[in-house]
C-alpha cells in the first residue's frame, strides 16, 4: 500500500491531468470542481498512511489523526512548485522571453521544439504555446491545492497550535500563487470553496486581494522554519515585491507605470521589517547562495525545496552547458544539453560595466573558477569541481572517447582532463569552444555559439545530469531585499539611499576579495536595471524586471518585436475552450486571437 502512495505522491499530475480534460483535450469547468474533490480525497488517503512527507521540514512529529490530516494536505501544494520551476516551464517564460537567454535550434537537431523556445524570444507566442500552457496548468492546479488545504485545516486548525500557522501558510501561499498568475496572465482567481466556480480578478482588484491575504496571515506565520516554507519573512518580501510592481499590474499596458509614493513607502516599510527580523545574512561567496547545500544559506528568504531526500529535479545546472560537458566524474551518464546562452547584448552589459577590467576579475557575481587543472592534467574525483557563473571560450574537463563511454584514467586512478571534446560537432577536432555570437541562423545556432550558465552547483547525486537535485531554487533572497527598496527609494528621488543599498549587496560579496565588486558611484533606474541582471540573472525574474523597467518592448539578438500586448501571455486557447459554459468567465488576453 504505501509504495502505491508513494507513487500518487511523486506522480500527481497524471491523475490530475487525466481527471480534468474531456476527450478533446479540454479542461471544463465541472472536470475542474470533480478534481479539487478528488485531491481532497487524496489528502484523506495520505493522511491515513505513514508516507513522510519530508518537504514540510522542521514541521510535524506525529500525532492524533487530525494532526496527520493538517500535515498531508499541506504538502501537496508545495509539492508542484518544483515541477513549476522546470527549466522548460517558469525558467522559459521569464527568461528565455527577455534579452538574457536565447535558446535557438541548436545544430538543426536539438532543441527545435517546434519552435517554442523560438517564439517566447521572438515575442511571437500564441494561445497554443506549450510552455505557457504547461505553467497555466502548474499555477491552477497549485492553487486548487491550497483551496483544498485550506478547507481541510480550517475547522480543525485552532485544536493544535501548529494549525494556524499551516493554515496561515496555505493561505499565503495561495497569494504567491496568484501573484505569478497576476504578472503572466494579468488575472488572479478568487476562491475559497472548492465547489465554486472562482472569481477571476483583474488589475486593482487583484493586487488588493492578494495584499489582504498576505497581510491577513503574517502573524500566524513561523519565523523557525527553513526558506522551503512561507515564514514571515517570505511572506514580507512577497508583499515588498507586489508593491514594488503593483503598478504594472494594475494596468499592465500602460504608457507609462504609476509607480505611487504610497507604494514605494510599503515596499521599504516591508524590507525594512525583514532586515528587523535579524535572521538572514548576504552571503560572501555569492555562489553559495546555489550551492547543493544551499538550504540552509542564511541568504534564503524563500525558496523551492530540493534537498535530495525530496527527489528534487534541479535541471538548472545542466541546461545551459554542452552536451560534451560533464560535471561529476563517478557518472559518465551526466552530462549538458546544449540549451540556452546569454545574448551579446547581456554579455556587453558586464563589459561595459567593468571598463578596462575583464568581468570575471571585477565582480565576483561573473564567475567562479572551481576546476583548478593540477600541471600533470589528473585530478582524483574528490578534488573535482566545476566552474560556476559564465562560460567563455575554450572548456578543460573530463575525457572520453564519446558516447558517454567512462572516463579516462591514469594508473593511480585519476581522472585525466584536457580541451572538451564536442562530440556533437562534425569538423574534425572540434572542442568546446564557446563564442559571443548566437542567433537562429545555422551558423549561429551550431553548439558552439553562445557563452554559457552554469549558476546553481553541479548535484553530486545526479547520474545523469537531469535528476536527484540538491540545490534549492531561489525564490527571494536577502540581496533582492536591499535591490527592492534601492528601488523604491529611486522612485521617490532618494538617489543617496537607492546608492547606499545596492553597494551592500555589492560590497557582501567578500569571499574573494580581488572579485569583490568595487562602490558604485552613481546611481539611476538604467544602472539599477543593471545590476539586477548581475544580481538575479537566471534566477526566474528577467521578464518581470523588463516590463518594470520600460525594456521588455526593446531590441535585441534575434527580437524586433514592440507589441505591448506581448507584456501578458496569452491564456492558453484549451482553458478558454474549457470555460466556455460559463458566458464571459476567463476572456482572452489584449492582443490573441482565439
Known amino acids: 500500500m504505501k509504495q502505491y502512495l508513494n507513487t500518487i505522491y511523486l506522480r500527481p499530475l497524471i491523475s490530475e491531468e487525466q481527471s480534468n480534460y474531456n476527450s478533446k483535450g479540454v479542461m471544463t469547468i465541472s472536470n475542474i470542481i470533480r478534481s479539487l474533490s478528488f485531491l481532497f480525497i487524496l489528502s484523506v488517503i495520505w493522511s491515513c498512511s505513514n508516507l513522510d512527507e519530508q518537504i514540510l521540514d522542521e514541521s510535524l512529529s506525529g500525532g492524533a489523526d487530525e494532526k496527520n490530516l493538517i500535515q498531508n494536505t499541506v504538502a501537496p501544494a508545495y509539492a508542484l512548485l518544483p515541477d513549476f520551476f522546470l527549466h522548460t516551464k517558469y525558467f522559459s517564460l521569464q527568461q528565455i522571453s527577455t534579452d538574457e537567454a536565447i535558446l535557438p535550434y541548436r545544430g538543426g537537431r536539438d532543441w527545435g521544439d517546434n519552435g517554442i523556445y523560438l517564439e517566447l524570444h521572438q515575442h511571437t507566442y500564441t494561445p497554443s504555446h506549450r510552455s505557457v500552457q504547461l505553467c497555466w496548468n502548474g499555477i491552477t492546479t497549485m492553487i486548487s491545492r491550497t483551496v483544498t488545504a485550506i478547507n481541510v485545516i480550517d475547522p480543525i486548525a485552532g485544536k493544535y497550535p501548529e494549525g494556524k500557522t499551516f493554515l496561515a501558510e496555505m493561505r ?52 523557525e522554519v527553513g526558506p522551503g516554507r512561507l515564514t514571515k519573512g517570505a511572506a514580507y518580501g512577497l ?82 552547458m554542452s552536451g560534451s560537458f560533464y560535471g561529476n566524474p563517478l557518472y559518465p551518464s551526466g552530462n549538458g544539453t546544449d540549451g540556452p546562452a546569454i545574448t551579446p547584448e547581456f554579455y556587453q552589459s558586464w563589459v561595459e560595466a567593468s571598463g578596462n577590467v575583464d568581468p570575471a576579475d571585477a565582480d565576483a557575481r561573473f564567475s567562479w573558477k572551481r576546476l583548478i587543472i593540477p600541471d600533470d592534467f589528473a585530478i582524483a574525483a574528490t578534488d573535482f ?38 562530440w556533437r560537432r562534425a569538423e574534425d577536432n572540434a572542442y568546446v569552444d564557446f563564442t559571443l555570437e548566437i542567433d537562429f541562423t545555422a551558423s549561429g545556432s551550431d553548439y558552439n555559439t553562445g557563452y554559457r550558465v552554469m549558476k546553481y552547483q553541479w548535484s553530486k547525486a545526479s547520474t545523469d545530469g537531469r535528476n536527484k537535485g540538491e540545490a534549492d531554487l531561489v525564490i527571494l533572497r536577502l540581496a533582492d531585499v536591499y535591490m527592492m527598496r534601492a528601488e523604491a527609494k529611486l522612485r521617490k528621488n532618494d538617489v543617496a539611499g537607492a546608492l547606499s543599498d545596492v553597494n551592500i549587496v555589492r560590497a557582501s560579496r567578500t569571499s574573494r ?16 536595471f543593471r545590476e539586477r ?62
Open 385 to 422: 569541481e566545476v566552474d560556476r557563473g559564465i562560460y567563455r571560450g575554450l572548456q578543460y574537463g573530463l575525457q572520453n572517447t564519446g558516447n558517454q563511454t567512462p572516463f579516462l584514467r591514469t594508473s593511480d586512478g585519476r581522472y585525466k582532463l584536457e580541451k572538451i571534446r564536442d
Open 172 to 223: 499565503g501561499l495561495r497569494a504567491y500563487y496568484n501573484m505569478i498568475a497576476l504578472d503572466l496572465w494579468g488575472l488572479a482567481f478568487k476562491k475559497n470553496n472548492p465547489n465554486v466556480v472562482s472569481e477571476i480578478l483583474r488589475g486593482e482588484q487583484a493586487v488588493e486581494y492578494i495584499k489582504s491575504e498576505l497581510e491577513a496571515v503574517i502573524d500566524d506565520l513561523s519565523s
Open 513 to 528: 576579495p580581488s572579485a569583490t565588486p568595487n562602490a558604485l558611484e552613481q546611481m539611476n533606474l538604467d544602472i539599477l
Open 239 to 320: 508583499l515588498a515585491r507586489l508593491h514594488l510592481n503593483a503598478g504594472v499590474w494594475r494596468n499592465p499596458y500602460a504608457s507609462n507605470f504609476s509607480f505611487t509614493e504610497q507604494d514605494m513607502n510599503q515596499v521599504i516599510e516591508y524590507c525594512n521589517k525583514i532586515l528587523q527580523l535579524n535572521q538572514y545574512e548576504l552571503s560572501p561567496e555569492y555562489f553559495a547562495c546555489f550551492d547543493n547545500d544551499n538550504h540552509n544559506n542564511k541568504e534564503l528568504i524563500f525558496a523551492v525545496d530540493q534537498r535530495p531526500d525530496l527527489n528534487g529535479h534541479n535541471r538548472m545546472s545542466y541546461f545551459s
Open 533 to 594: 541582471g548581475f544580481e538575479f540573472y537566471w534566477e526566474h525574474q528577467r521578464r518581470t524586471d523588463m516590463i518594470r523597467f520600460g525594456k521588455y518592448e526593446g531590441t535585441w539578438t534575434e527580437k524586433t518585436n514592440n507589441d505591448v500586448n506581448k507584456r501578458l501571455f496569452p491564456i492558453p486557447q484549451s482553458a478558454i475552450d474549457g470555460a466556455s459554459n460559463v458566458e464571459g468567465y476567463l476572456i482572452q488576453n489584449r492582443g490573441y486571437s482565439n
